[in-house]
């Protein structure tokens, strides 16, 4: 069936480069997808989200593209800190539903090496 | 804290016996959502409440689980006869309304049956 799955599990980078958290999705009625982040013990804490509008969107130190053309998202952290040490989940709401309707995928373990 | 609060956030319950997980959305949200987590998993999606409404629980197992949002009170996650194959993580998530895309997430109940 469709679902929402991550290239990878688990990604170590070095402290102070960029990170870059892939994630496929199949259901082409999706229009709105959010990153999470986990850390161990806590809820999901929302991070930055994008609309199928648009192709890439900025916050603090973190940036989302998407590409609807081969249904393709990633999260890319600048300067990675320690405290970006978490799972990172992609979620995506298909078109017209409400939030009930959030799939989320499996999920990506960033290590940030000192 | 304006933040949705879960408790307990550890729960240690016998095969047989009742576990009760409850939450209090954010201040202004009047829209629940529950989640599952298994270890090294994503959240999946269990039930959609509003006060007094259950409007989705197409991801709730069809026996023994049952979600309650009453009018005054928390949200209440209730698994009768609990199997060793329920323990995982109960997240609860509010948002403010139908169409609010975002979810705020709960710190979770770790649910252990023994």
């Known amino acids: 069936g469709e679902s929402v799955g991550l290239h990878l599990p688990t990604l170590s980078v070095q402290e102070g480069d960029n990170s870059i958290i892939n994630c496929a999705y199949s259901?082409?009625?999706?229009?709105?997808f959010i990153w999470y982040k986990q850390e161990s013990g806590k809820g999901p804490q929302f991070i930055i989200d994008i609309r199928s509008n648009m192709d890439k969107r900025q916050g603090q130190r973190v940036t989302v593209l998407l590409n609807k053309t081969v249904k393709h998202l990633s999260l890319q952290i600048a300067a990675t800190q320690p405290g970006d040490s978490a799972v990172y989940f992609c979620?995506?709401?298909?078109?017209?539903?409400?939030?009930?309707?959030?799939?989320f995928g499996s999920g990506t373990q960033l290590t940030v090496l000192p | 804290n304006a933040g949705v609060m879960q408790n307990p956030r550890h729960l240690v319950r016998r095969r047989g016996q009742e576990a009760r997980l409850r939450c209090s959305p954010m201040k202004g949200h009047s829209h629940v959502y529950w989640y599952r987590q298994l270890p090294e998993e994503g959240l999946k999606f269990m039930v959609y409440?509003?006060?007094?409404?259950?409007?989705?629980e197409s991801g709730m197992p069809k026996e023994r689980f049952s979600a309650e949002f009453p009018k005054e009170g928390p949200s209440i996650l209730r698994i009768q006869q609990v199997v060793r194959g329920d323990s995982a993580a109960y997240f609860c998530?509010?948002?403010?309304?139908?169409?609010?895309?975002?979810?705020?997430f709960g710190s979770g109940t770790q649910l252990s049956v023994l």
């Open positions: 979620a995506e709401n298909m078109r017209g539903g409400s939030a009930r309707q959030l799939t």
């Open positions: 998530a509010s948002s403010p309304g139908q169409g609010s895309e975002k979810l705020f």
């Open positions: 409440l509003q006060k007094e409404n259950i409007i989705d």
């Open positions: 259901n082409s009625a999706s229009d709105y």
